[in-house]
T-cell receptor, first 114, second 112 residues
Framework: GAGVSQSPRYKVAKRGQDVALRCDPISGHVSLFWYQQALGQGPEFLTYFQNEAQLDKSGLPSDRFFAERPEGSVSTLKIQRTQQEDSAVYLC????????????FGDGTRLSIL | QKEVEQNSGPLSVPEGAIASLNCTYSDRGSQSFFWYRQYSGKSPELIMFIYSNGDKEDGRFTAQLNKASQYVSLLIRDSQPSDSATYLCAVNGPDYGQNFVFGPGTRLSVLP
């Protein structure tokens, strides 16, 4: 597709359940990023992939959060044993190779933990 | 701790006026600066990016960068009600890895 695609758009889960969020980046984009955005705040960095390699996961808030990009294209962010504080919008962004390139965002997944 | 600060607003301007949005950052090593527009419930949309000191113009938008003073601004000329949104400033540099550090955003309201 032409842009970054994320699914599902909305996800409601009960506390303690596991969830998986999917991101399909712009075709040919080497770099892929996950961000978490709380209401009224700017996006906060979670993790970064260059192709299939996860080069930075310093923003993941706990070991319940796990991300992968096994074939260097589609990425999945998994949250295990969800907690209410995990409720947020999860944004995926991609950029072409090279440093300092603009990032292009998907529409996000709004996650609500009950 | 790398920080990016913005006035949360709301900033209200009348239709047709110039809206001025400001952003300051703490890391002197920052090299790349981006402005995103985010409508309520939507994803951030890239408006402009700037790497060098000075002004960069694109249509009604002008980005201004002053690395010595560690601020970057966005001017919107001839503001329209459709410009009403939250504007996010994002900063990147060699010490950030590849990720951006975002400010909290400034909410702009253009009044008809």
């Amino acid at each position: 597709g032409a842009g970054v695609s994320q699914s599902p758009r909305y996800k409601v889960a009960k506390r303690g359940q596991d969830v998986a969020l999917r991101c399909d980046p712009i075709s040919g984009h080497v770099s892929l990023f996950w961000y978490q955005q709380a209401l009224g705040q700017g996006p906060e960095f979670l993790t970064y992939f260059q192709n299939e390699a996860q080069l930075d996961k310093s923003g993941l808030p706990s070991d319940r959060f796990f991300a992968e990009r096994p074939e260097g294209s589609v990425s999945t962010l998994k949250i295990q044993r969800t907690q209410q504080e995990d409720s947020a919008v999860y944004l995926c962004a991609s950029s072409s190779t090279g440093t300092n390139q603009p990032q292009h965002f998907g529409d996000g997944t709004r996650l609500s933990i009950l | 701790q790398k920080e990016v600060e913005q006035n949360s607003g709301p900033l209200s301007v009348p239709e047709g006026a110039i809206a001025s949005l400001n952003c300051t950052y703490s890391d002197r090593g920052s090299q790349s600066f981006f402005w995103y527009r985010q409508y309520s419930g939507k994803s951030p949309e890239l408006i402009m990016f700037i790497y060098s000191n000075g002004d960069k113009e694109d249509g009604r938008f002008t980005a201004q960068l002053n690395k010595a003073s560690q601020y970057v601004s966005l001017l919107i000329r001839d503001s329209q009600p459709s410009d009403s949104a939250t504007y996010l400033c994002a900063v990147n540099g060699p010490d950030y890895g590849q990720n951006f550090v975002f400010g909290p955003g400034t909410r702009l309201s253009v009044l008809p």
